[in-house]
């Protein structure tokens, strides 16, 4: 049988604050297990929240990035369950009135549907060692955002590349915004994801399968496409989909029954009586909206329509915020976008692929894409000279100048050079006059290339050998 697939995402990001959401406790990863704690992150009874107000900032900017509506009152919920790693019995979230409603990220060219951003806290950490379990609660009560996209409205995820493409798109948008960090090795962006299959073109949704907390793109892409062959083989022997929460495992690239499904009943939620319910005025919206630095759909835009950059070359520097920042402080120095560009999207990436820096300052990037611009230098040499300055001291054009690359050849000692070459060899052009093959061509501005030590400009010197040999 063929059948719909239905996908929800719900997305867990750490936010970037300096400070814990309810207490003072440093926001940050510190390796001694329970070192930056406090009776109030730890849930001591008797020790009361204080909201962290730069946490509800950034989850209203998360929201306004995300075009959602953003509720003037806002409230805190206890969610009661119990875990080792939440000390006191219940996480401070939100159900009924989050901060963020009803917003939509663009993902292919669908408008996937949000329901809801709320702000949260983190649990602790357990750590299995041999027949032991340790508890770690420095992670617990450090600010966390949750998104939950709307699988019930049109249009959905259907795919697992479709899951990853907002996941991806997801984490650019916190990201630009400042908000959180989104470094997927440590576990500051996890995704549960909700699947369920109909028959197709059914209106009658199926029922759904959760799994819970899987981190790193390349697993979340293989839990669904395990999920959803494992539905189907059930539904076409006849079967039916239980409602549960899986686990996916990693290492062995299949999942297990972790639970079956509790519902929100099973949390009994209530307003958490330590917390007043939260104001956010037009006013702060407006205040906020004000301070916000373009989302990266907006830059795409102008880095296509402002600068004329293709898709796919506006596409590869945004994809990396510091890449993207330091693109942009290179058209401070000099304004050629395209070119640039290229320089970008070939020889800067290149160099820092597998997450390596960039080691080259802005001010000698851009002479040596200038002087190629400017035909002073060409293009190899001017390869070579990037590679020669990268990591280190070394000013491009002093070393430019040392190294006697730079092109100062007049027009007419080339054209010599070109002469010279079309009377040396001359059977090689007898053959080219024959057949038009370009590899002649080539072959011909090479010897002339080499007879100047790389630094004559090749396709001028392309353009006379075409306009001799005519
Ligand atoms: P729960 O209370 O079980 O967490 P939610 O209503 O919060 O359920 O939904 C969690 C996610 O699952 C949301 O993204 C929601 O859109 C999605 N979802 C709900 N029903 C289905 C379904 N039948 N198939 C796939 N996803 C679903
Ligand atoms: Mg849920
Ligand atoms: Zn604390």
């Not at 992150?41 to 730069?54: D, R, T």
């Not at 989104?182 to 059914?202: H, Y």
């Not at 200038?370 to 070394?394: F, M």
């Not at 070109?418 to 061509?441: F, G, H, M, R």
Request: one cysteine or more.
């Amino acid at each position: 049988m063929q059948y719909d697939v239905v996908i929800g995402l719900e997305v867990h990001a750490e936010l970037n604050t300096a400070s814990k959401v309810f207490c003072s406790c440093k926001n940050e990863y510190s390796k001694e297990p329970n070192s930056n704690c406090c009776p109030v992150c730890v849930g001591l009874p008797g020790a009361l929240p204080v909201l962290n107000k730069k946490a509800v900032e950034s989850t209203i900017r998360a929201g306004l990035a995300l075009g959602f509506e953003i509720n003037n009152t806002a409230i805190f919920e206890r969610k009661n369950y119990f875990y080792p790693d939440l000390s006191k019995a219940y996480q401070i979230s939100q159900l009924e009135k989050p901060i963020c409603i009803n917003g939509h990220l663009r993902v292919f060219d669908k408008d996937i549907p949000i329901n809801r951003i709320h702000l949260e806290e983190d649990a602790g950490k357990l750590i299995h060692e041999g027949s032991k379990t340790l508890i770690d609660y420095n992670r617990g009560g450090v600010p966390l955002i949750e998104l939950v996209t709307d699988a019930l409205k049109e249009p959905h995820i259907e795919t697992a590349d479709e899951a990853i493409e907002f996941l991806t798109k997801l984490r650019q948008v916190y990201i630009y915004a400042g908000v959180a960090d989104c470094e997927i090795e440590k576990g500051q962006m996890r995704a549960d994801v909700n699947i369920s299959l109909k028959p197709k073109g059914s209106d009658k949704f199926g029922t759904k399968v959760e799994m819970k907390n899987l981190m790193g793109f390349k697993s979340i892409h293989k839990a669904i496409e395990y999920e959803i062959e494992r539905q189907k083989e059930i539904l076409d022997d006849g079967g039916v989909i239980e409602q549960e929460t899986r686990k996916w495992d990693f290492e062995k690239g299949e999942s297990y029954t972790l639970r079956n499904k509790e519902n929100a009943e099973d949390y009994r939620y209530f307003p958490d009586p330590d917390l007043l319910a939260v104001n956010i005025t037009e006013a702060d919206i407006a205040r906020i909206r004000e301070t916000l630095p373009l989302t990266p759909s907006q830059i795409k835009d102008k880095y296509m329509n402002e600068f004329g950059l293709s898709e796919y070359d506006a596409d590869v520097i945004l994809a990396d915020k510091n890449v993207a920042d330091f693109y942009d402080e290179c058209l401070d120095i000099y304004m050629q976008p395209k070119s640039v560009a290229n320089w970008f999207t070939t020889e800067i990436l290149a160099r820092i692929k597998g997450g390596s820096a960039i080691e080259v300052s802005k001010e000698n990037l851009c002479w040596i894409i200038k002087a190629v611009d400017d035909k002073k230098l060409q293009r190899v040499p001017a390869k070579d000279l990037l590679s020669e300055i990268w990591g280190t001291d070394l000013v491009a054009e002093d070393l430019a100048k040392s190294k006697g690359i730079m092109s100062d050849l007049s027009d007419d000692f080339v054209f010599g050079i070109v002469d010279k070459i079309i009377a040396e060899k001359s059977d090689v052009v007898a053959q080219y006059k024959d057949t038009q093959d370009p590899k002649i061509l080539n072959f011909l501005v090479g010897q002339v290339m080499k007879e100047t030590r790389g630094k004559a400009n090749a396709a001028d010197v392309m353009d006379r050998i075409k306009d001799k040999l005519k």
